[in-house]
């Protein structure tokens, strides 16, 4: 059985070099991409979860999970509601919810970032089951509504 050097939990699900997926992937322990996916990747949520983004992967997808580690390019939104890690060289493109991120020298990020370390266990657990538009276009709206509001009683 496969080990992940960072976790100790077993590899359950790997997505090999060369190969290609579109859709959603819901997996839970621990997921392995080697190759290519378009769409969503979401943690069952009453395990806890690990996904490995190795070097040689091409995401672009929204993912959810507990512990995200990231080599490859990842063009999309995550929550990663305990650990984000970007390792060199990898690439991380689109919105982060996380309690902790990790950026290694040489890695890149182009996006914005929330941290979630202030929530409770609950309101974690919440964040895993909402969708990322429900939340950020509600934040999104909420501030463009400030910002119109401050025009107005200018």
Same mark, same amino acid.
């Given at each position: @059985?496969?080990?992940?050097?960072?976790?100790?939990? $077993? =590899?359950?699900?790997?997505?090999?070099?060369?190969?290609?997926?579109?859709?959603?992937?819901?997996?839970? *322990?621990?997921?392995?991409?080697?190759?290519?996916?378009?769409?969503?990747?979401?943690? +069952? +949520?009453? &395990?806890?979860?690990?996904?490995?983004?190795?070097?040689?992967?091409? $995401?672009?997808? *929204?993912?959810?999970? *507990?512990?995200? =580690?990231?080599?490859? @390019?990842? /063009?999309?939104? =995550? +929550?990663?509601?305990?650990?984000?890690?970007?390792?060199?060289?990898?690439?991380?493109?689109?919105? $982060?919810?996380?309690?902790?991120?990790?950026?290694?020298?040489?890695?890149?990020?182009?996006?914005?970032?929330?941290? =979630?370390?202030?929530?409770?266990?609950?309101? +974690?657990?919440?964040?895993?089951?909402?969708?990322?538009?429900?939340?950020? /276009?509600?934040?999104?709206?909420?501030?463009?509504? &400030?910002?119109?509001?401050?025009?107005?009683?200018?």
């Amino acid at each position: @059985m496969a080990k992940n050097s960072s976790n100790s939990d $077993v =590899i359950s699900g790997l997505l090999g070099v060369g190969s290609h997926f579109h859709g959603r992937i819901n997996f839970s *322990d621990t997921l392995r991409i080697d190759g290519v996916v378009c769409g969503e990747i979401i943690c +069952k +949520k009453s &395990k806890k979860s690990v996904l490995i983004i190795t070097e040689t992967a091409k $995401v672009e997808a *929204d993912i959810i999970a *507990d512990i995200v =580690i990231v080599s490859g @390019m990842v /063009s999309g939104n =995550i +929550k990663a509601i305990e650990r984000l890690e970007l390792h060199a060289p990898g690439r991380v493109e689109g919105m $982060v919810y996380t309690s902790d991120f990790y950026i290694q020298d040489g890695a890149l990020f182009q996006g914005e970032c929330i941290t =979630i370390r202030h929530l409770s266990t609950e309101e +974690k657990e919440a964040l895993k089951l909402e969708g990322f538009y429900n939340i950020h /276009s509600t934040n999104v709206l909420t501030s463009n509504r &400030k910002a119109i509001q401050n025009l107005l009683d200018y």
